[in-house]
């Protein structure tokens, strides 16, 4: 099959691009893989570089950049938020709660999806709503599966522990009481995209009277179902995006 666009530069960015889906490269490993002239490979690599697309690592190889990622979760964003509806309608009718999805966006998270309980004391959070990423169960689930450095970077002034976030990646969910509102208590679960890795955060907030101080106990269950049939809607949207790639290029 020709993979030639018609335009050479782009078609070049994309050889590059796919040398480095094998791993770390260094400029020689990277003019080997791709046959570009050294010059070419260079300018190319540097120019993905300036736009994240490719970035280095502590050896100062070259290494696919974190714009790619964001890109990923950006292309699965529209199946995730027709999905939440009505897992997060389950989940409030299941605990009667309030039910949340929260992405990460840089040091915030921001609520991008939500089931209000539609009488009683509702402990509101709008979609849109940005929030820190320094206390709460969501904040602590979308740190956890971090890389170290990284996590290290977030626990600087957080609520939470370090130990706190490792019994998070042990248990497969987080809680919180009291931890970013007074008299408020959480439970998250991660939502995860094909990769593995941690794209969202599935929540229930609700108060501490109903709640308890061991939230966790009580809907911890329930709420790692609801994150897990969202990570299931993203495996079976990204196996359906491949098997039409597949069938485009045969």
Known sequence: MDNSSGVGVLDKAATVLGALEAGPATLAQL????GLARPTAHRLAVALEHHR????????????????????????EDRLLAAAGPVLGALRDHTNESAQLF?????????VAAAERPVGLRDSIPVGATLSMLAGSAA???LAWEEPDRLHRGLQGAAFTATALSGVRR???????????AGVASVSAPVRGPSGRVVAAVSISGPIERLSRQPGR???????????KLTEVLRRHHAM???QQQQHNA
């Open 103 to 111: 992405r990460r966006q840089g040091d915030q998270r921001i609520c």
């Open 171 to 181: 248990r497969g969910w987080a809680q919180s009481v009291a931890e970013r509102e």
């Open 241 to 243: 995006q491949q098997q």
């Open 140 to 142: 602590q689930v979308l």
């Open 53 to 76: 697309l490719v970035s280095r690592d502590m050896q100062g190889r070259f290494v696919l950049g974190p714009r790619l990622g964001e890109l990923a979760s950006a292309a699965g």
């Open 218 to 228: 009580l809907h911890a269950a329930t709420v790692v179902a609801g994150a897990n």
């Open 31 to 34: 003019v080997g893989a791709t």
